[in-house]
Structures are given as structure tokens and as C-alpha cells.
């Protein structure tokens, strides 16, 4: 079993629907978990970085953390087709080194 | 307000050869980290400096592979002797702060590296 799964899709949804992406962890000593979303052949991008359980909302996107299901969620409202790339979660203990999941592709459509 | 910049973009090299993949990190940031993104897999951690310092290089294949971040001048990764399954992008972040706590690693576009 992965440390951390993601869905690999695609996902595809019609422009303006909500998008939700999701990854599952099984290291409970995780306390930081990240978004990041990377466009094809790019180097990834910063979304949200957010440190143990709740929500945390900046424009569009709200990232969502449940430590007791191991379970972290992106969602992303009004969604654009310039939101279409692969969405990364990353993790880690408080430590340096980032654990990622393979990253969801995102299409949405105009 | 340049971000993280690594150069080339694009290297292709014949199996046998040295591959060098350069980092500069985010002005004001003193934390070099090296990651590789095979297809269909996430990113993997290879290797943690500072200036001068090698912090941790748990991810770096015991042979071939090198890094390196001197007083002067960018992070340099190194391959030697390259093989087909070098194959992959290459990714430096930079971050602020380091070894623990809150540590937002700001990445560069990738070195995307051919073996033939």
C-alpha cells in the first residue's frame, strides 16, 4: 500500500461545476498537507499548504483536512478550463521531505 | 521576483554519459531540495542541502548520482555513467526555512532528461 492515493483520473466536468479532488494517507504522524497544481510540462505550483485539521479557503479553492479518516480534499469552485493540469497532494511530518501522491488530471471543459 | 530557476530544460544524453542539472533556488531562500518524476508516479524525494551541506540524501541512489550546493553559484545534481531508467524530469524546490515545522518548498520548471 502507498504511503499517499490519489485517483489518477482524468476527471473531466463542465466549466463552473465544483471540482473535488481527494488523496488518502496511512501515516498518521502527517501534519502538513499540500496542493499543488502542475500544467503539462511544468514544474509544479504551489495551491495551499495547511498545517493539521480543518479548512482553509483562498479564492476559488478551499482545501479540507480530516486527520481522523486520513483523508484531504481540494475543492475548487467556479471551476475555469484554465484550472485543467494534474493536481499533486503532497504531505509530510513537519520534516522537509514531502511525501506526494501521482496527481489527478483535471480537464474542464468550456 | 524570479522563482526557482534550473537550467537546461530539455538535456538529452547517450548511455554512458554525465548528465548536470543546475538549481538556483528563490531569492532569500537557503534550502535546495531535489526531487525526480518518473511518468505516472508522483515525485520523489532525492536529496536535501544548504550551502555547503548535503542535510540528507536518503533518496539518492547510492551510485552514479551526486549533488551538490556550493558557496557560489547554483545546486548542481549529477548523474554519471547514465542509463535508460535516468530517464525522467527533475525538479528543485527551494524553501525559506528548513528542517522542520512549517516549510513551503516553491518549485522550478523541471530538467527533463533523455537517456538514448
Redesign the interface.
Same mark, same amino acid.
Given at each position: 500500500q502507498k504511503e499517499?492515493e490519489?485517483d489518477?483520473g482524468p476527471l473531466s466536468v463542465p466549466e463552473g461545476a465544483i471540482v473535488s479532488l481527494n488523496c488518502t494517507y496511512s501515516n498518521s504522524a502527517f501534519q502538513?498537507f499540500?496542493w499543488?497544481r502542475q500544467y503539462s510540462?511544468?514544474?509544479?505550483?504551489?495551491l495551499m499548504?495547511t498545517?493539521s485539521s480543518g479548512n482553509k479557503e483562498d479564492g476559488r479553492f478551499t482545501a479540507q483536512v480530516d486527520k481522523s479518516s486520513k483523508y484531504i480534499s481540494l475543492f475548487i469552485r467556479d471551476s475555469q478550463p484554465s484550472d485543467s493540469a494534474t493536481y499533486?497532494c503532497?504531505m509530510?511530518e513537519?520534516?522537509?521531505?514531502?511525501?506526494?501522491?501521482?496527481?489527478t488530471r483535471l480537464k474542464v471543459l468550456a | 521576483n524570479a522563482g526557482?530557476m534550473?537550467n537546461p530544460r530539455h538535456l538529452v544524453r547517450r548511455r554512458g554519459q554525465e548528465a548536470r542539472l543546475r538549481c538556483s533556488p528563490m531569492k532569500g531562500h537557503s534550502?535546495v531540495?531535489w526531487?525526480r518524476q518518473l511518468p505516472?508516479?508522483?515525485?520523489?524525494?532525492m536529496v536535501?542541502l544548504q550551502k555547503e551541506n548535503i542535510?540528507?540524501e536518503s533518496?539518492m541512489p547510492k551510485e552514479r548520482f551526486s549533488a551538490e550546493f556550493p558557496k557560489e553559484g547554483p545546486s548542481i545534481l549529477r548523474i554519471q555513467q547514465v542509463v535508460r531508467g535516468d530517464s525522467a524530469a527533475y525538479?528543485c524546490a527551494s524553501?525559506r526555512t *528548513?528542517?522542520?515545522? &512549517?516549510?513551503?518548498?516553491?518549485? *522550478?520548471?523541471?530538467t &527533463?532528461l533523455t537517456v538514448l
Open positions: 499517499v490519489q489518477p502538513y499540500m499543488y510540462r511544468k514544474g509544479p505550483e504551489l499548504y498545517y499533486l503532497a509530510s513537519g520534516t522537509y521531505k514531502y511525501i506526494f501522491g501521482t496527481g | 526557482v534550473q534550502h531540495y526531487y505516472e508516479e508522483g515525485l520523489k524525494f536535501y542535510i540528507d533518496g525538479f524553501s *528548513g528542517a522542520s515545522g &512549517r516549510n513551503e518548498q516553491f518549485f *522550478g520548471p523541471g &527533463r
